[in-house]
Each structure stands twice: as structure tokens, then as C-alpha cells.
Nanobody
Framework: QVQLVESGGGLVQPGGSLRLSCAASGRIFDIYAMGWYRQAPGKQRELVAAITDGGSANYADSVKDRFTISRDNAKNTVYLQMNNLKPEDTAVYYC???????????????WGQGTQVTVSS
């Protein structure tokens, strides 16, 4: 079984920073793209940032120049550094990863349980 465990959410004032982490564990042969999504109340889940196994990253326009995604392949971990946070960044943030459990099967999408980020004064 593969698990994604997120950490680092919380309450922060506007202009503040948070760093989210997501560690993959279990039966893992290879991890391809990893990313972060978020879902605010009453809204659809949206992509925040994603990074390939080679390190190429892409971002939603709303977070460019404020958020940075990175990964540590040796630790099977992806990070999201969030700076200059705004109230509209308030949401549950979900980690996503495309993981191949063994060399005999294709990759599948896995999701973390979500971590709440609240930006408020």
C-alpha cells in the first residue's frame, strides 16, 4: 500500500508564510509527477503547483512568484513553500503523486488526506 502524509498546515496572518510537506511511503518503485491541489469551501479542487521527477515545475497563475514547489527524491517528499499568503489562499491543500508500486504495473494517482491552510487576521 502507498500512503501520502501531509504536514505543515495551520493558521497564518496575511503576508505570512507556511511550508507544506508530503511524504510518500509504502511499496514504491518509482514516483513521477508530484503536486499540490487545493479546495476552498464551495469551490472545485484546483491545481496549485506540480513538479516532474526531473524537477520541472508549473504553477497556477494565482500563486506564481509567491509559492515554490520542490521535491527530495531520496526522501520521496514534495514541499510547497508559500510566501506572502493571502486570505484567498485559504483552503484544504492536498498532495498528489503518480506512483508506480512495482516495475510490473503502471503508475496510479495517489492523494493525501489534506491539510487545512487558513489565512486570516
Amino acid at each position: 500500500q502507498v500512503q501520502l502524509v501531509e504536514s505543515g498546515g495551520g493558521l497564518v496572518q496575511p503576508g505570512g508564510s507556511l511550508r507544506l510537506s508530503c511524504a510518500a511511503s509504502g511499496r514504491i518503485f518509482d514516483i513521477y509527477a508530484m503536486g499540490w491541489y487545493r479546495q476552498a469551501p464551495g469551490k472545485q479542487r484546483e491545481l496549485v503547483a506540480a513538479i516532474t521527477d526531473g524537477g520541472s515545475a508549473n504553477y497556477a497563475d494565482s500563486v506564481k512568484d509567491r509559492f515554490t514547489i520542490s521535491r527530495d527524491n531520496a526522501k520521496n517528499t514534495v514541499y510547497l513553500q508559500m510566501n506572502n499568503l493571502k486570505p484567498e489562499d485559504t483552503a484544504v491543500y492536498y498532495c498528489n503523486a503518480q506512483i508506480r508500486a512495482t516495475m510490473l504495473v503502471r503508475s496510479y494517482d495517489y492523494w493525501g488526506q489534506g491539510t487545512q491552510v487558513t489565512v486570516s487576521s
